[in-house]
């Protein structure tokens, strides 16, 4: 189980100061998947980051299966699985098997176990046949599965994927979300998506987050019901100003075609019809769109200086 308290991070720079966290109270139960969702600089990796002891906060509190990330950190990486959007923990001219082996290592398994352990993943997600392969001749679909196999190598009770599914394709995207979803049972995991369908399909519990805060939280029927009524309505392309642009979802017959609640629809609007609210329209009023991070790229995702928050 993951809980924080009122957690806050803050990134200073000497022309800068971002509050990625604002006083975050989150809870992910054993046994399900809990997902993370929110725009770009809302604050979810930096969450996973300070979960999972990379960065410190800069106030509040967190706890992975009981234990304070703070005071307990070594003991809280034991039992903590991180798959980051980078692949830069894998080491290209390595094989599969043995990227698998030296991160056991590390965890202290011997060589023999580490590599037995190793194979035994590398079915488990589908990547048996490519073990002894350099990874420098992976797809990014798997790339992705060999980093989950490297989370899981020291049976993690926690297992945190940072946008599992970025960048790729269909049929990989499948082969993760049912590994997610076996491996769930008797777990806690976290997940941070932008893909709605992706989080309706696999999460029991839905945190949305804006600028550093959490704004909503609930399952995914429920999400959906704090969007209200929808409609969908034919508007001249002229007539889309800021607050509408947000809700096109496609141009059609030389009408922009929007998805909104109804109270924003224009009087000019044509074609006008309720719709069943989605994630996805729930998720856009909610959350809306990202603000501009003024961090430098590096301590976007827990770079140099990360830990202590001061560049």
């Not at 304070?68 to 001219?93: C, E, F, M, N």
């Amino acid at each position: 189980m993951i809980e924080t308290r009122s957690l806050v991070k803050v990134f200073r720079g000497r022309r800068w100061t971002v509050e990625a966290l604002r006083g975050v109270d989150f809870t992910a139960p054993r046994g399900s998947v809990t997902a993370l969702v929110g725009p770009n600089g809302a604050g979810k990796t930096t969450l996973l980051k300070v979960i999972s002891t990379l960065i410190l906060p800069t106030s509040g509190e967190a706890y992975v299966d009981g234990m304070d990330v703070v005071s307990r950190a070594k003991d809280v990486r034991r039992v903590i699985g991180l798959v980051t959007v980078s692949d830069r923990l894998l080491y290209y001219r390595l094989s599969g098997i043995d990227n698998l082996t030296f991160y056991g290592i590390l965890y202290g398994m011997s060589t023999s176990y580490a590599r037995a352990r190793a194979r035994d993943l590398l079915e488990l997600v589908g990547l048996g046949e490519w073990g002894e392969e350099p990874t420098m001749h992976y797809s990014t679909g798997m790339m992705r599965r060999l980093a989950i196999a490297r989370a899981l190598m020291h049976d993690p009770d926690v297992i945190l994927l940072d946008e599992p599914t970025l960048g790729i394709d269909a049929v990989s995207s499948r082969r993760v979300h049912r590994l997610v979803g076996e491996l769930s049972s008797g777990r806690t995991i976290v997940l941070t998506s932008h893909l709605m369908k992706e989080v309706e399909e696999l999460a029991g519990s839905i945190y949305v987050m804006r600028a550093g805060r959490i704004v909503a939280r609930g399952t995914a029927d429920e999400i959906k019901a704090m969007a209200g009524r929808i409609v969908e309505a034919g508007i001249k392309p002229e007539a889309v100003d800021g607050e509408l642009s947000k809700f096109v979802v496609r141009s059609e017959s030389g009408l922009v075609i929007v998805r909104a609640p109804e109270d924003i629809i224009p009087e000019s609007a044509v074609n006008v019809r309720d719709v069943e609210p989605t994630l996805e329209d729930a998720y856009v009023i909610l959350a809306g769109e990202g603000g501009a991070d003024l961090r430098p790229y590096q301590f976007r995702r827990g770079g140099a200086h990360a830990h202590g928050g001061h560049v």
